[in-house]
Nanobody
């Protein structure tokens, strides 16, 4: 079993910055992908950014140039700059990992952290 604990959300003004963190632990054999999704009220969950095992990153067009994803061992970060009200959402980290006990690859989700950007 793999557990994800995320933190760093909060309330900021338009143009402000936040840094989200997500630490993976547990029976991890290997990690293939880590990243972030977000879900705003009344909207579907959307992919924000990903960090693959080969170091490749991908950002959604809506956050490109403002958000930066990075990774250190089993922790993934999301640096969010120039925040806009439309960035308001619950942000969920995820990891695609092979479990060291079952050797099954699954996607695991964090508990979510609220990001609110005031106008």
């Amino acid at each position: 079993q793999v557990q994800l604990v995320e933190s760093g959300g909060g309330l900021v003004q338009t143009g402000g910055s936040l840094r989200l963190s997500c630490a993976a632990s547990g029976s991890i054999f290997s990690i293939y992908t880590m990243g972030w999704y977000r879900q705003a009220p009344g909207k579907q969950r959307e992919l924000v950014a990903t960090f693959t095992s080969d170091g490749r990153t991908n950002d959604a067009e809506s956050v490109k140039g403002r958000f930066t994803i990075s990774r250190s061992e089993n922790t993934v970060y999301l640096q969010m700059n120039s925040l806009k009200p439309e960035d308001t959402a619950i942000y969920y980290c995820y990891v695609e990992a092979k479990d060291s006990l079952t050797y099954i690859t699954k996607t695991y989700w964090g508990q979510g952290t609220q990001v609110t950007v005031s106008s």
